[in-house]
């Protein structure tokens, strides 16, 4: 094997491992606060403890794992529902904002990612199994973040990266029933505002879109 292939294998088996863990926590496989004993992983997954370790200090990362000394990794609490509540108030700040500044910009790479997306949701529902919701809220991500980038406000994409909404949330959507259908609707309408320059419909758009969202999964 070269040195090169060796790499890639590595990786490889990282993201594995990383995936694995992820849908176990996300699936409440593994409850929160649960202890995950490194060498009972090791012995499971039939891995080594670099890749799972290194998989485990990702996920810790993500806020999904929390690493103490002589105590180890457990599975993250989940957030308070006052965090929630403060992030919805952020992203009903910053997120209409940027859907208006975005119709008025209307960056051409912007509308393309935005087209993608909304393809890749469409092929896709929200599942209470994160194996399967794992591809519409890649989609869901990348609609967002398509929409903070074509701001191109760096400060304001930093800000949003630094919440990871997605993969938070995505720890309530899957415990929930959720109407697909409408959340499709809803994107669809925030691209077509974004796409026709309609700054003050693509923020009312986006509001109604956080409001439904906030209301699912909080009320």
């Known amino acids: 094997m070269s040195e090169r292939t060796g790499k890639i294998a590595r990786v ?18 593994y409850e929160p606060g649960a202890k995950l004993n490194i060498d009972a992983l ?3 997954l039939d891995v080594s403890s670099t890749p799972l370790r290194e998989a485990l200090a990702r996920l810790s990362a993500e806020g999904l794992v929390k ?13 308070a529902p006052d965090y929630y509540r403060d992030l919805y108030a952020f992203r009903l700040v910053i997120e209409p904002w940027a859907a208006s ?9 912007t509308l393309a990612v935005l087209d993608a997306a909304i393809a890749d949701m469409s092929r896709h529902s929200l599942s209470r199994r994160y194996s399967r919701y794992r591809d519409f809220t890649e989609a869901d991500e990348a609609f967002h973040r398509a929409i903070i980038a074509g701001t191109g406000n760096e400060p304001a994409c930093q800000a949003f990266e630094g919440l990871r909404i997605h993969l938070h949330t995505a720890r ?4 929930r029933e959720q109407d697909t259908a409408s959340t499709h609707a809803q994107h669809r309408a925030i691209l077509a505002a974004i796409r026709a320059g309609d700054e003050a419909g693509a923020a009312a758009c986006m509001r ?5 969202s906030r209301k699912k999964l909080l009320e």
Do not use: C, S, W
């Open 12 to 29: 490889v088996l990282l993201d594995q491992v990383h995936e694995t863990l992820k849908e176990r926590i996300l699936d409440r496989t």
């Open 42 to 44: 090791r012995r499971e």
């Open 67 to 79: 690493a103490e000394p002589f105590v180890g990794f457990t599975v993250a609490p989940m957030p």
């Open 101 to 109: 500044e975005t119709a008025r910009l209307r960056p051409e790479a």
């Open 172 to 175: 309530l959507y899957i415990n």
């Open 208 to 212: 109604e879109h956080l409001i439904h």
